[in-house]
C-alpha cells in the first residue's frame, strides 16, 4: 500500500485526506474506511474554500475526486484549471458528472430547464467533458453511466501543454 494525497470537490468545498491506497485504485470510485482497519493513524482536515482558488501550494495532491459538483460551480473550466494546478503532474481526475444530453427532446429539456435550476445550485446542460479538456486535462477514459447523461470521466494533466 501508498501513502497517498487526496482531494475531495463537494460542491466547490474541498475536503483533503490523507489516505492509503491499495488494490482498491483500480475502481473508478474510491470510498477508504480511514479507520484502524487500514491502519491510517493521521488526521483529516477539512477546509472550506472556493475551488477556483485554492489555498494548496502547486503539485499538492496525487488524485482528486469529484461527485455531482461541476453543476454548481459557476466558472467551471477556471475550478477545474485550479484542480490541475493541484494535481502532480502524474495525477489523475476522477468525476461522476451529469452532463448535457446529446439525445435530442432529452437535450433540449436540459436547456429549457437550466435557467430555472441554476437559480437554486445545478445547471443541467454543462459540457464538463469539454470543459475538462478546456483546463488543460487530457481524458483517459470517458463512461456513460445513466444514458448520456450521468459519466465517469477520468482525466490526466495534459502535460504538453
Do not use: W
Amino acid at each position: 500500500m501508498q501513502l497517498s494525497q487526496l482531494v475531495r470537490v463537494l460542491r466547490g468545498e474541498v475536503v483533503t485526506l490523507r489516505v492509503v491506497l491499495g488494490d482498491i485504485v483500480k475502481l473508478p470510485l474510491v470510498f477508504v474506511d480511514l479507520g484502524a482497519s487500514v491502519g491510517y493513524s493521521g488526521t483529516i482536515g477539512l477546509r472550506e474554500m472556493d475551488v477556483c482558488s485554492l489555498e494548496f501550494p502547486d503539485s499538492s495532491f496525487d488524485t482528486v475526486a469529484t461527485a455531482f459538483t461541476f453543476c454548481s460551480v459557476p466558472k467551471p473550466v477556471m475550478g477545474l484549471s485550479e484542480l490541475r494546478r493541484v494535481l502532480k503532474a502524474d495525477g489523475q481526475l476522477i468525476m461522476i458528472e451529469h452532463v448535457r444530453s446529446a439525445i435530442g427532446p432529452l437535450g433540449i429539456f436540459m436547456d429549457l430547464m437550466t435557467p430555472l435550476t441554476s437559480r437554486i445550485g445545478p445547471s443541467l446542460n454543462r459540457d464538463t467533458v469539454g470543459n475538462v479538456q478546456k483546463a488543460g486535462f487530457r481524458l483517459r477514459r470517458v463512461e456513460n453511466v445513466y444514458l448520456d447523461v450521468v459519466k465517469i470521466i477520468e482525466a490526466v494533466p495534459d502535460n504538453s501543454k
